[in-house]
C-alpha cells in the first residue's frame, strides 16, 4: 500500500470530480470553515468531496473504530449542514472511501480499498438519494487493489482509476474499469517505469478522460499521464521539474484542450516537496508557475470551471513547522494564494474541493488537534459587500 488515512504527511490523496462543460468563471474571495461531523473521536478524516449545486454535496473517507481499524465514512450537504449517512464496509479489516463523484442528488460514486489479512481488494459503492449500496469491483492481483479516483458524466458511466500490486514482479500496476450503470468492468491500462500509479482520473464524456500519477524507476518517482479516448488509454509525454521526485494527485479537465493536474515536487537539497502544476492544451503537458513558499508544500486536488478558472487546494508547512490548509486560485494567467483558516492546534491539509456555483466551493480535509484528527471542510465564497445608501438630503 502506498498511503493510508492516517499518515497526515504522506499527501497521496486523490479528488473526486463532477465532470462539467466549461463554466463561467468563478470568483472566491474567502474561506471560511463549516462545521463537519466525525463518526471517531479520535480518528476522522476526508478524502474527496463532489458537489451538484449549493443543496448538494456529498464528502467521503473514512474513521477509524473503537477497534482501531479503519471504516468507511461519507456526509451530505444539504445546503445548511452536514450529516453523516451510513455506509458500507467489506470484511472486517481496514476500508477507505478515496474519491467520490456525484452527477445528480440520487447518484454519486464513491471508491477506495478493503484490506483483510494483508492484502487489499477495490472497493466501490453508489448512492441513489437514500443510502449507499456497495457494487461489485473487478480486482487484477490477489494482493493489493486500490481505487484512488472516480469520475462519473451520467449515472451510466463513470471512470475509475488506482493501482495493484502485480505479484508476478512485484511493481505496481495501473488499474482502471468503467461502470455503465450496472457493472464495473476492468479496462486494460498501459504501465510506465517499474511501477505505475494512477492517483486522479476527469471525465468530460464517455469519449474523453485523463488520468493522472507517477511512475517509479532508479529510485525516483516521475509524472505520469495517460488520456481515454472511448477504447484506449495511451501515455502522453508529461514534465518534471523535480530534480528527484515528481507526484501528480489531482487533475481536472473541462475540454479537450484544458485540463491542470496538480501535485508536488522535489528540486532541492533539503529534500522538501513543492508545489507541482501542469496544464493540458490539447497536445502537450507543460509545467506552471506557482507562488513562491519558503516552506514544504504540495497541492493535492484541482476543480476548473473554466480556461481561466481554477482552484487547488493542498497544504503548507508554517514557519513553526506545522503544516496548514493551502488554496491557491487561477485567473487565467497567475495562481495566486488565498488566505485560509486552519482548525485545531497541529496538522491541516485541504484534499479536494468542488464548486457548485460560480462564487462557491468547497474543500475537503481534516486537521489535528491534541491527540485527535478529525474532518475538516472549508467554504470558499465571495461575499456581496454591504452598500451603504447614498444621503440624498
Known amino acids: ?17 463532477v465532470a462539467v462543460a466549461d463554466r463561467a468563471g468563478a470568483v472566491v474571495t474567502k474561506a471560511t470553515v463549516v462545521p463537519s461531523p466525525n463518526l471517531s473521536t479520535t480518528l476522522s478524516g476526508l478524502n474527496s468531496v463532489s458537489c451538484v449545486s449549493l443543496t448538494v454535496c456529498v464528502a467521503v473517507g473514512a474513521y477509524v473504530n473503537s477497534l482501531d481499524v479503519d471504516r468507511t465514512q461519507a456526509m451530505i450537504w444539504d445546503g445548511t449542514a452536514w450529516t453523516i449517512t451510513p455506509t458500507p464496509n ?3 479489516g481496514d476500508n477507505s472511501l478515496a474519491s467520490v463523484s456525484c452527477t445528480s442528488a440520487t447518484f454519486c460514486m464513491a471508491v477506495g480499498f478493503a484490506s483483510d489479512a494483508g492484502s487489499s481488494e477495490s472497493l466501490a459503492m ?18 493489493d487493489n486500490v481505487y484512488e479516483s472516480v469520475s462519473c458524466v451520467a449515472a451510466n458511466f463513470c471512470m475509475a482509476v488506482g493501482y495493484y500490486l502485480d505479484g508476478t514482479d512485484n511493481f505496481y500496476k495501473t488499474l482502471a474499469a468503467t461502470w455503465d450503470g450496472t457493472t464495473l468492468s476492468p479496462l486494460a491500462s498501459p504501465n510506465a517505469g ?8 476527469s471525465c468530460i464524456s464517455t469519449t474523453l478522460c485523463m488520468a493522472v500519477g507517477e511512475q517509479y524507476e532508479t529510485f525516483t518517482f516521475q509524472t505520469l499521464s495517460m ?15 523535480g530534480a528527484s521526485e515528481n507526484l501528480v494527485y489531482g487533475v481536472s479537465c473541462v475540454s479537450a484542450t484544458w485540463c491542470v493536474a496538480v501535485g508536488g515536487s522535489i528540486d532541492s537539497s533539503d529534500g522538501d516537496f513543492a508545489a507541482l502544476i501542469m496544464a493540458w492544451n490539447g497536445a502537450s503537458w507543460t509545467s506552471a508557475t506557482s507562488p513562491t513558499f519558503a516552506t514544504e508544500n504540495q497541492l493535492l486536488g484541482v476543480d476548473c470551471l473554466s480556461t481561466s478558472d481554477c482552484i487547488a487546494v493542498g497544504q503548507f508547512r508554517d514557519e513553526t ?11 487565467g494567467n497567475t495562481w495566486t494564494l488565498l488566505n485560509s483558516p486552519n482548525s485545531g492546534t497541529g496538522e491541516n491539509f485541504l484534499s479536494s474541493i468542488s464548486c457548485p456555483a460560480v462564487d462557491t466551493c468547497f474543500a475537503a480535509g481534516g486537521y489535528q488537534s491534541a491527540d485527535t484528527e478529525a474532518t475538516l471542510i472549508l467554504a470558499l465564497t465571495h461575499p456581496v459587500p454591504e452598500v451603504t445608501p447614498a444621503f440624498t438630503g
Not at 517499474?194 to 482520473?201: I, Q
Not at 488520456?227 to 521539474?241: E, F, Q, Y
Open 126 to 143: 453508489t448512492w441513489d438519494g437514500s443510502s449507499w449500496t456497495t457494487v461489485t469491483s473487478p480486482n487484477s492481483s490477489p494482493e
Open 194 to 201: 517499474n511501477s505505475s500509479y494512477l492517483e486522479s482520473v
Open 227 to 241: 488520456s481515454w479516448d472511448g477504447s484506449t488509454w495511451t501515455i502522453l509525454t508529461t514534465p518534471d521539474p
Open 1 to 17: 500500500m502506498k498511503r493510508f488515512l492516517r499518515l497526515f504527511t504522506v499527501l497521496a490523496l486523490a479528488i473526486g470530480f
Open 321 to 331: 513547522g506545522i503544516f496548514q490548509t493551502m488554496v491557491l486560485t487561477w485567473d
Open 90 to 92: 467489506v470484511g472486517g
